[in-house]
């Protein structure tokens, strides 16, 4: 009996709520779709997720890539309560401007970023559910607006705008796109050549024995369901190599590699001469990028 109480004693504390209830309940009542403005720094991915930023008082410990001075605008979009700590989920209002890297070009992706302030707090502080407290512990760490327009009128906030577009960022976007075609027109080629290599070297080695067309034929047939119904799936497509044909010491090694061989063969040319039917299909137009006009004097 006294193992059952034990049992059921654990179970209960484990099926307990997260110091949720009217503790939760009352700070979600405050601060879920509030405006925060933070008074510490904070840290994102900007990947769509929520990055970790857990604070002890007012140091901030978070791997992010992105770093954002106090003073940052936010929107609070979730509010959970556990043992010993607060979770606020906030989006950042004012996107970034993030470059990337292609080829000899330098790209600018627009995102948007969301940090999860994981505030830890004393035990007991949550376990009284003593809201004005948790305010208290707090306000170091960020203010809480009920409106935007009250947000930004704060002095803690750092009135940060997304950065702008390089000056010329029109140019060197019609540039990668020509770039782009470019690559994708030479992948395609290159498929196309090593397409033609592979059945000229099928071609050059196709026998009239028996074991061969036998194994070739089976090979056709598996060439035949295999699906190229895109440009991205053509060249996905494997050519195999077919195994070495130099002798062995057993004869019933050789019989294997010839038959796998030539297996392989009628495979790779069912799928070669699709290729170089239908990939010439893939090249894709060129870009044109219209002169400026010329003034005249």
């Not at 503790?23 to 008074?39: D, I, S, Y």
């Not at 992010?64 to 556990?82: I, M, N, S, T, Y």
């Not at 895109?230 to 195994?243: E, F, I, N, R, Y």
Request: proline residues 4%; charged residues 25%; hydrophobic residues 40%.
């Amino acid at each position: 009996m006294k193992r059952i109480l034990i049992v059921l004693t654990i179970l209960t504390g484990l099926s307990a709520p997260s110091y949720a209830g009217k503790l939760e309940k009352a700070l979600k009542h405050r601060w879920l779709g509030a405006w925060a403005v933070t008074t510490v720094e904070t840290h994102s991915d900007c990947s769509g997720s929520y990055t970790k930023n857990r604070i002890n008082g007012r140091f901030v410990n978070s791997s992010g890539r992105h770093r954002f001075r106090p003073g940052e605008l936010a929107k609070v979009v979730k509010v959970d309560a556990r043992r010993s700590r607060l979770d606020l989920f906030l989006r950042v209002n004012e996107p970034l401007l993030v470059p990337r890297h292609e080829g000899p070009f330098t790209l600018y992706d627009q995102v948007y970023c969301e940090f999860e302030l994981e505030v830890v707090l004393p035990r007991e502080l949550v376990k009284s559910k003593d809201v004005a407290g948790i305010e208290r512990s707090l306000r170091p760490i960020l203010e809480r607006h009920a409106t935007e327009d009250e947000a930004r009128s704060t002095r803690a906030y750092n009135q940060r705008v997304r950065r702008s577009y390089p000056d010329d960022y029109e140019e060197t976007l019609a540039e990668h796109a020509i770039w782009e075609a470019e690559q994708a027109n030479a992948a395609v080629q290159a498929k196309i050549d090593v397409t033609l290599d592979v059945t000229a070297g099928i071609t050059s080695r196709m026998s009239s024995d028996y074991s061969y067309l036998t194994s070739f034929a089976k090979g056709v047939e598996v060439g035949k369901l295999v699906s190229l119904n895109s440009c991205q799936s053509m060249m996905a497509a494997k050519l195999g190599k077919p195994h070495s044909s130099r002798t062995t010491r057993s004869s019933v090694v050789n019989a294997a590699v010839a038959n796998s061989r030539a297996y392989i063969d009628g495979r790779n040319l069912v799928l070669a001469l699709e290729l170089m039917r239908r990939l010439p299909d893939c090249f894709v137009p060129i870009p044109v990028v219209e002169a400026a006009p010329v003034a005249h004097r």
